[in-house]
């Protein structure tokens, strides 16, 4: 496997340098944000991140800021993106900047591994983005446009990765001081995102059309092969909807903090049957049979398809919360659950929850 050559990294540096989409971070490439880039966009579109990022650089403007911050406000600010492991290791990696580090990101990829979440892909990417490190990122888009380079068919093979790291870290070295290891990295990726795509490929506006094997060929489909996809797993369970009128003449649910052994650990949610991949089941106990049925939600985690049937309780006023409920709940406004902003952090479940609930039960809710 070869390295691009001089005249092929001009090319792609000059299709980038037209080309690249605008984001944020690219024009200011400053560790705390381009960190909290990638590992936003780690499972997450550009089109949804874009403004969950300047909404959370809004709530934590620095890295300082988001290291005072609790664990309940990131996940907050999260809420949404889902992968919510990633908002966690997001305010343990700030925490240990800002204190150990003296609020100073590591300029090399071994501290940077050092960091919570952070992996040899982000590591490569802030490194060469923000330090000027020539380390190539390896990620589903640079994988894709190499394996169509050069037509290899074992593109998700570990000698494959290996073979082509080594190829681009040459590739960087013969492009002399006009490769730039940021812009290298980043128009790799962007080919791979907008140009060379999985399905429907655009070869005649690719930079390096002219040299890719896979196009000679007219094979470019074929490469990389397709992963080998694991079952996907059925959940079905009911949800615990219980409201009540306020106080203020508005409605309050019932919402509770799941544990740390459930999905969305953490985050708040109406009592469930809705457990983890090692305890998917965790029964509710007897409820009452007035349980009006409210609708289905569903929802994805990874290879798990999730079911969950909505079950409306109205309750009196001043009832007690409802029996089987786990962890320590309270009850809330509708109006602020709903809000933007809402009082707690809730999950991707809860969300679709309530907007069920609004769109399916408003006139019985006014009949309270």
Not at 17 to 42: G, H
Not at 130 to 144: A, K, L
């Amino acid at each position: 496997m070869r390295p691009l050559k001089k005249t092929e990294i001009e090319r792609l540096l000059g299709w980038y340098s037209k080309n690249a989409r605008e984001f944020p971070w690219r024009s200011n490439p400053e560790p705390y944000w381009v960190w909290l880039a990638e590992i936003m966009s780690q499972q997450t579109q550009m089109a949804t991140l874009v403004p969950y990022f300047h909404r959370f650089l809004g709530k934590f403007k620095d890295v300082r800021a988001l290291a005072r911050a609790e664990e309940h406000e990131v996940l907050a600010a999260w809420a949404g993106l889902g992968y919510y492991s990633r908002a966690r290791n997001v305010h343990r990696a700030a925490r240990m900047v800002a204190g150990a580090l003296g609020g100073k990101f590591p300029t090399t990829l071994d501290g940077l591994l050092e960091l919570p979440g952070v992996g040899p892909y982000t590591a490569a990417a802030i490194a060469s983005q923000c330090f000027g490190v020539r380390e190539p990122v390896w990620d589903g888009n640079v994988v894709r446009v190499t394996s169509r380079f050069f037509a290899r068919e074992d593109a998700l093979s570990p000698a494959f990765k290996t073979q082509a790291l080594e190829a681009l870290r040459a590739s960087m070295a013969a492009g002399g001081s006009g490769c730039d290891p940021s812009h290298f990295n980043q128009a790799l990726m962007e080919l791979g995102a907008t140009v060379c795509s999985p399905k429907s490929p655009s070869c005649g506006r690719c930079p390096l059309e002219a040299s890719c094997a896979a196009r000679a060929a007219d094979t470019v489909e074929k490469y990389p092969p397709p992963k080998a996809r694991k079952a996907v797993v059925e959940l079905r369970c009911r949800v615990h909807v219980r409201v009540r009128r306020s106080e203020k003449n508005g409605f309050e649910a019932f919402l509770a903090p799941r544990d740390a052994e459930r999905w969305f650990a953490g985050l708040w949610d109406f009592p469930s049957e809705l457990g983890g991949a090692t305890k998917p089941k965790l029964e509710l106990g007897a409820l009452p049979r007035s349980l009006e049925p409210i609708g289905e939600v569903r929802h994805q985690v990874t290879h798990h398809k999730i079911y969950l049937e909505g079950l409306l309780e109205r309750t009196e006023p001043r009832a007690a919360r409802a029996t089987g409920t786990v962890g320590e709940g309270r009850w809330l406004s509708l109006d602020a659950l709903v809000a933007d902003e809402p009082p707690v952090p809730l999950s991707t479940t809860a969300r679709k929850m309530l907007k069920l609930l609004l769109r399916e039960k408003t006139d019985q809710l006014a009949m309270f």
